[in-house]
């Protein structure tokens, strides 16, 4: 078999190895010459597919606070009241409140030096979800359907991404990695159960089918098949076995209370249900966490929730075998200042502010970065948006470079930019 130099640099850049060539090759896939590029692409796939990955993304909207979670400044009158306490790594310390949590921390990558420029709330969160800022000629993909379009398993009936709350949509990918929204964790998403038998549901969808053709030959082609991709989908779910993944109320009652009777708490236990089935991506969303006043009272409840709920997730996937291949991200926006207001609040801050890392293969028990005394800058070891990006395609074993083709032809990566942070896979 002989690639051509463009091949062969495309190759590269999709992260294709000689050996995973080679064994490909040797495995007899196909026979020996006759193993085209775009064979080589699909098997490259299909090899990835099997892996069974997956991410889950615990989004903090509103921007935490750094003090108050994971880089505390006892002593300084910045960190306020809040105290460092001890985690099951010696001398890792995080802020009081968090004392669950602190119990995994073995588990656990910190990064404290992460740093942006974008202090808006939907430009953040924006290029948080999709890794660019917002632009008038494109509707970019999430980070979760360009996950979800690389990885998500062919045997899935549910959707490849799932989110508890509202979140940023597929983009220019399409309805096929649109998010599922579950707004009530806890109890079967509406109209999920089929109010007529399986056998009558496939009759009206073969009645309905034959008048779709009808449409097509008439010049809807386009639009029959947008509206059959999202009847497949649907049917998809109602008619699996797997839609029992939504359903909690099997698990024991040790477990629900360890992640805590509360909306976010049963988010995250329907999250690990939902990767154990085989969702690629799942969103477990928080909010509140933009405090400008009542700061500490309002960090206080948040913590409360989220505490619980986030160790226990660990716990539950490590338990059962599913850390490994599941990369779990805690993360809002940005920060908030170091410095409080004359309203007793923390305001918007992205020059400086942490997030928590863990499995996927990121190594626990580590911090990365540091900021200065008071919070106000990063000390050493700058973490960009891009940068944490290609680090969990790195996890997730995708190409950050990889290329869709945006409506307007122009050629878009998944990440644009940044290195993987290697201290995570040290």
């Known amino acids: 078999m002989h690639l051509t130099r463009h091949e062969h640099v495309c190759l590269t850049r999709r992260g294709v190895s000689r050996r995973s060539f080679l064994h490909a090759v040797s495995a007899g896939a196909v026979a020996a010459g006759s193993l085209s590029f775009r064979d080589l692409l699909s098997l490259e796939a299909a090899e990835l597919r099997k892996q069974g990955r997956s991410m889950i993304l615990l989004w903090m909207a509103g921007g935490p606070s750094q003090l108050e979670t994971f880089d ?5 009158e910045n960190g ?52 660019y800022v917002p632009s008038g000629s494109v509707k970019h993909p999430s980070f979760a359907a360009c996950v979800a379009e690389q990885i998500k398993s062919e045997d899935l009936d549910l959707p490849s991404v799932v989110s508890v709350g509202q979140t940023q949509g597929a983009g220019f990918l399409g309805a096929q990695y649109e998010p599922f929204v579950v707004q009530n964790p806890g109890q079967m998403p509406q109209n999920v159960a089929a109010s007529v038998s399986g056998k009558r549901l496939k009759q009206r969808l073969g009645l309905f089918g034959k008048l779709e053709d009808q449409f097509a030959q008439r010049g809807g082609q386009t639009v029959v098949d947008n509206q059959r991709q999202l009847y497949d989908n649907a049917t998809g779910i109602v008619l699996s076995e797997q839609t ?23 988010g995250c236990l329907l999250a690990r249900r939902l990767v154990e089935t085989g969702v690629s991506f799942v969103e477990v969303r928080k909010n509140g966490w933009d405090t400008h006043t009542d700061h500490f009272d309002r960090i206080e409840a948040l913590t409360a929730e989220t505490d619980p709920a986030f160790a226990a997730l660990i716990t539950d996937l490590k338990q059962r075998g599913l850390l490994e291949k599941t990369v779990v991200v805690w ?59 290609c680090s969990l395609c790195q996890s997730l074993g995708i190409d950050p470079r990889y ?14 930019g940044g290195d993987v942070v290697s201290e995570l896979f040290a």
């Open 244 to 266: 029992k993944a939504f359903d909690i109320s099997e698990e024991a009652d040790g477990l629900k209370a360890a992640y805590g009777d509360t909306q976010f708490g049963r």
């Open 403 to 416: 290329e869709h083709i945006s409506p307007l032809g122009r050629p878009m990566k998944i990440v644009d």
């Open 331 to 389: 993360m809002g926006e940005f920060g908030r200042t170091p410095k409080l207001s004359a309203r007793g609040g923390r305001n918007h801050y992205p020059r400086a502010f942490n997030l928590a890392l863990a499995g996927g293969g990121i190594q626990g028990g580590q911090v990365i970065g540091s900021t200065t005394d008071d919070g106000t800058a990063i000390k050493d070891r700058p973490v960009a948006v891009p940068d944490l990006l």
């Open 80 to 131: 306020g009241p809040t105290e460092a306490i001890k985690t099951s790594v010696p001398g890792i310390r995080i802020a009081g409140g968090w004392e669950k949590t602190a119990q995994v921390m073995d588990d656990m990558a910190l990064i404290r030096s992460m740093t942006n420029k974008e202090g808006n709330h939907q430009r953040a969160t924006y290029q948080m979800h999709t890794g």
């Open 72 to 76: 505390p400044k006892p002593g300084h």
